[in-house]
């Protein structure tokens, strides 16, 4: 069965400090995988997508199938980077997502 | 502009008495979703419509039901809503399976 575990429930950073929100998954095929956020008071949006190798508001992830990781990361935090951040799998064949547990992200000034 | 509209945003319900949560989207697309998300957990898979076509979860239990009556629409009932069913019910679209998901605001379900 495929899993996301996001380790952290909170993180907290200070404004200007780097940033890795780890996620982890269990799934022996070739997966995809997604960063969603929930910025207060929003509903979850997408933030990015393995497959586009892009960096959104700063934001970069890299998928590791050595060590099946998807960690978020961004150099500088700032404070409206203050978030729920949720990991999520989609395996080949399967349509719905899997998601992680979330990660606060708090961003302290 | 929200293009995927769940109402209401907050119900509440007595023990045993059914109720209908409803999503509506503007974007056109083929799948919708059900997740049901209580707290600090995860957002857990109900269901999803490819279409017509439901696609159940091997462990969602058979109090959940589903009905997508067209295009647009998707609802989630819950035929003898428990306490164990408080929680927050998400309904997301997506375009075919490839493409990632619009999410709206939620309901958020209270049994008392």
């Known amino acids: 069965a495929q899993r996301v575990t996001q380790p952290e429930k909170l993180l907290s950073v200070f404004k200007g400090a780097p940033v890795e929100l780890k996620c982890n998954y269990s799934?022996?095929?070739?997966?995809?995988l997604f960063w969603y956020v929930q910025y207060s008071r929003q509903r979850l949006q997408l933030l990015l997508r393995?497959?586009s190798r892009e960096s959104i508001k700063g934001f970069t992830a890299d998928l590791n199938k050595g060590e099946t990781s998807f960690h978020l990361k961004k150099p500088f935090a700032q404070e409206e980077d203050s978030a729920m951040y949720y990991c999520?799998?989609?395996?080949?064949?399967?349509?719905?997502?899997?998601f992680g547990s979330g990660t606060r992200l708090q961003v302290q000034p | 502009d929200a293009m995927v509209i769940q109402n209401p945003r907050y119900q509440v319900t007595q023990f045993g008495k059914p109720v209908t949560l409803s999503c509506s989207q503007t974007?056109?697309?083929?799948?919708m979703y059900w997740y049901q998300q209580k707290s600090s957990q995860a957002p857990k898979l109900l269901f999803h419509?490819?279409?017509?076509?439901?696609?159940n979860e091997a462990d969602t239990p058979d109090n959940f039901q589903s009905r997508r009556p067209n295009t647009s629409f998707c609802f989630l009932d819950i035929r003898s809503p428990g306490l164990g069913d408080a929680a927050m019910y998400l309904c997301?679209?997506?375009?075919?399976?490839?493409?990632?998901?619009?999410f709206g605001s939620g309901t958020r379900l209270t049994v008392v």
């Open positions: 997301a679209t997506s375009r075919d399976t490839a493409a990632g998901y619009t």
């Open positions: 799934y022996s095929g070739s997966p995809e």
């Open positions: 393995h497959i």
């Open positions: 999520a799998l989609r395996n080949t064949g399967r349509r719905a997502l899997t």
């Open positions: 974007l056109n697309h083929n799948v």
């Open positions: 419509y490819y279409d017509k076509d439901f696609n």
